[in-house]
């Protein structure tokens, strides 16, 4: 296929490319310095049309998390916390995205009062990232039983909630084979699935 491809159909595909995700990579931007970039249509946010929508997008977006905090200096599993944590990173120009999904949420489940969760503001991408415990079994996990995630996250997010169980049975630390359990769910999810 490539080799039908004309040099000013190229790079008509590259100015096309620039107003794409992130735009052209610095190398393309070096090796074809005289491509006319095309301006990005302008997007209005316009709130999330229904519960559904989230799932889609949390499906395409979302990250299921868990995180294995040390704390102390010996490795050993007394010393081992475990954090979950819902995340959805995007560029800086979903910002109002990311907003309205948080103010979405906060707002799912009218029985707690919780605080808005905060959207956070890199360089060039915005973070939504839910951690608190609380927020986790009366937000994220009750959404989306309700309201299903599709694909191969949702394996994730049945991973993400069995850990949440192993964490949330417990009024003490975590024994030896809770977390051996947990590490061993953990090294499946995500990236790691096969």
């Given at each position: ?23 052209l ?41 868990v ?10 599993y007394e ?12 560029h ?5 995205v ?6 979405y949420?906060?707002?799912?489940n ?29 937000i ?27 964490i949330?049975?417990?009024?003490s ?7 051996k359990t ?9 990236l790691?699935?096969k």
């Amino acid at each position: 296929l490539y080799k039908y491809i004309t040099e000013k159909g190229l790079l008509e595909i590259l100015s096309l490319k620039s107003s794409l995700n992130l735009g052209l990579s610095e190398n393309l931007n070096i090796a074809f310095p005289n491509i006319i970039k095309k301006d990005r249509p302008n997007y209005i946010f316009k709130g999330i049309p229904d519960p559904n929508w989230v799932s889609g997008f949390a499906s395409g977006d979302g990250s299921f998390h868990v995180v294995i905090k040390n704390y102390s200096l010996e490795n050993t599993y007394e010393n081992m916390g475990v954090l979950t944590r819902f995340s959805i990173h995007l560029h800086i120009r979903e910002l109002e995205v990311l907003k309205g999904l948080s103010t979405y949420l906060n707002s799912f489940n009218t029985n707690i009062v919780t605080e808005e969760k905060k959207v956070t503001i890199l360089e060039k991408s915005v973070s939504l990232q839910i951690s608190k415990t609380s927020d986790i079994n009366n937000i994220i996990i009750p959404f989306f039983n309700k309201y299903p995630i599709l694909g191969i996250k949702s394996l994730d997010l049945e991973d993400f909630k069995k850990i949440c169980n192993i964490i949330n049975t417990k009024n003490s630390k975590l024994t030896d084979s809770e977390f051996k359990t947990i590490l061993n769910i953990k090294s499946g999810m995500n990236l790691n699935r096969k």
